[in-house]
């Protein structure tokens, strides 16, 4: 069989990364001053320069965990956490290309239904076992397993099995081709979960329990508290990790977690509160940093539910936001309004808009529909936060104006599980209008849309939370997914999001910035463009 080799999977051992912070200053050898000048005065200049130094850092973020099993994680905070301790056989790098993790490199069919991996060897998990190709199939198997009901195995969706070819080869056949293939890998998603830990523990008590290869291990986990990894000694990379540990905290209470970085009880802050910013560039203590992201904020809209399931109310309630002001009211700036289904740093993201505000016009449309009072209705936040909190009540307002009445709710992570995410009946979801915010992943086309708006992708699978139908977008996805033809795909997707812009089953409001605020000795932890963070390499500098 022909195979053609990927030729940026070189025999590296860590994932690229790339750093806009400076890099420390090589001190002098001790010994090459101390031949020259007073002791005294060498160990002055050896603490002037800066030393690395060993330390556990506080690491605050904005909400609360949901799981440790990255297979069934629908979040990407608690993925993100997970690379504490978990590893995959790719990984993204500042740029979101993929970059070989514990696999070195790959070969692919001609006909793109074949990936032959060739494996890093000399890995061990935590239990001290060797990572190989079984262990791979073994997590493969699991979550394609129908039967372990796990959230993200449509992720997966597309790989009909996996074979072991030997101790450090594993090939993945695929049902239909899938161009994004090595791209899914990278995301966060397929992790590597010690085959003993599997067994033990099952799909529940992989919830709470943590075995990989990563460069952390699991000490302590409370989902709405903390959760603290310590340095794995044994690391496959000499001189990795860098720090002692990681305490990761929840903190959804803005003000609370801006003072945190300012006060030093936390030494990296994610999200920022833009309010905020400001204290922190005026701060001895930290530095505030701005990134592009694709993260974006769409309100979803349930489309089974009356008189939502009405495309003129839907159309009306876009027309009824003004974009550009919740940019300036909820960010602070911070961030751009929407233009389209996805953000255009995706590949074949489309400018159809922004929705233009016109309140006259929405007022026009729900008479036309039979609401000329308007109607009463309820708004939903995702995640409790500050910022949600604020952005809520900003659409309670917008909608007010045009005579509709909402209540609004923030949810914390339990009641968005129980009340949304895990939501068995499409017809009896009590989901009204839910804002919620999508971070692409896989920086391509297809994890962008599929998830949010195909028929096939509603509650409890993933989170087509609009419960959206319409056979004729679910397959421009379908042909998308399958074309290997980078010009016919991106078409196909291009169709796909012209018809989500026109059905409006969500009105998209925004693309946020990334907007953190580190410590001034703690170096190499910062954000990725899609709204995660890299810390492999951070360090602590006195």
């Known amino acids: 069989m022909k195979t053609v080799r990927n030729k940026s999977a070189r025999n590296v051992a860590r994932p690229i990364v790339q750093s806009d912070q400076q890099l420390p200053r090589r001190c002098p050898p001790f010994g090459r001053v101390a031949a020259g000048i007073a002791a005294g005065m060498a160990l002055t200049a050896l603490l002037a320069c800066g030393t690395a130094a ?9 909400t609360g965990f949901t799981t440790l099993d990255p297979y069934d994680a629908g979040d990407a905070l608690s993925r993100n956490v997970a690379k504490s301790f978990y590893e995959g056989l790719y990984a993204f790098n500042d740029k979101l290309e993929p970059q070989p993790q514990l696999a070195e490199s790959y070969e692919v069919s001609e006909n793109g239904l074949e990936y032959v991996f060739k494996l890093r060897e000399g890995v061990k998990f935590h239990d001290g076992t060797e990572f190989d190709a079984q262990a791979v199939k073994v997590n493969f198997d699991r979550v394609l397993d129908p039967k372990n009901a796990l959230s993200r195995r449509t992720f997966f969706g597309f790989i009909d099995r996996v074979e072991v070819l030997d101790k450090y080869r594993v090939k993945f056949i695929l049902k239909t081709p899938m161009s994004a293939f090595i791209s899914r890998l990278a995301n966060g998603t397929g992790q590597m979960i010690c085959p003993s830990a599997i067994k033990k523990f099952g799909s529940d008590g992989l919830a709470h329990n943590a075995c990989g290869t990563g460069p952390y291990v699991l000490k ?20 990795l990790p860098k720090l002692d540990g990681i305490r990761w905290l929840p903190v959804p209470e803005n003000s609370t977690r801006a003072q945190m970085v300012l006060t030093g009880e936390a030494d990296y802050v994610h999200a920022m509160p833009p309010e905020l910013m400001g204290r922190v560039n005026e701060s001895d203590q930290a530095v505030a940093i701005v990134k592009p992201s694709i993260q974006q904020r769409y309100l979803a809209i349930n489309t089974l539910a009356e008189p939502l399931n009405d495309l003129r109310v839907r159309q009306a309630i876009a027309y009824a936001i003004n974009k550009d002001a919740f940019c300036k009211v909820v960010y602070g700036g911070f961030s751009r309004p929407a233009t389209g289904v996805q953000p255009p740093e995706v590949p074949g993201g489309l400018k159809l808009g922004p929705w233009p505000y016109d309140p006259k016009k929405a007022r026009e449309l729900l008479k036309e529909a039979g609401y000329p009072n308007g109607f009463r209705t309820q708004i939903w936040a995702a995640f409790n936060t500050s910022t949600n909190a604020k952005a809520v009540q900003f659409l309670q307002q917008q909608l007010r104006q045009v005579g509709i009445q909402a209540e609004t709710r923030v949810l914390e992570s339990g009641q968005r599980v129980s009340l949304v995410d895990s939501h068995p009946d499409p017809k009896t979801a009590p989901v009204r209008l839910y804002l919620i915010g999508w971070s692409n992943s896989t920086a391509e086309p297809d994890w962008g849309i599929r998830p949010l708006f195909d028929s096939r992708e509603a509650p409890p699978k993933l989170g087509n939370t609009s419960y959206y139908s319409n056979p004729a977008m679910d397959a421009a996805l379908d042909r998308g997914m399958a074309e290997t033809d980078l010009e016919k795909r991106l078409a196909a997707y291009g169709e796909a999001q012209k018809m989500i812009w026109n059905d409006v089953p969500a009105v998209f409001l925004t693309y946020e910035n990334n907007l953190a605020a580190v410590n001034r000795h703690l170096k190499n932890f910062r954000p990725m463009l899609d709204s995660t963070f890299e810390f492999y390499e951070a360090y602590w500098q006195e």
């Open 54 to 62: 060993a330390r556990t850092i506080t690491v605050a973020v904005a």
């Open 220 to 239: 302590e986990f409370n989902p709405s508290e903390r959760l603290v990894v310590e340095k794995n000694p044994n690391y496959r990379i000499a001189g």
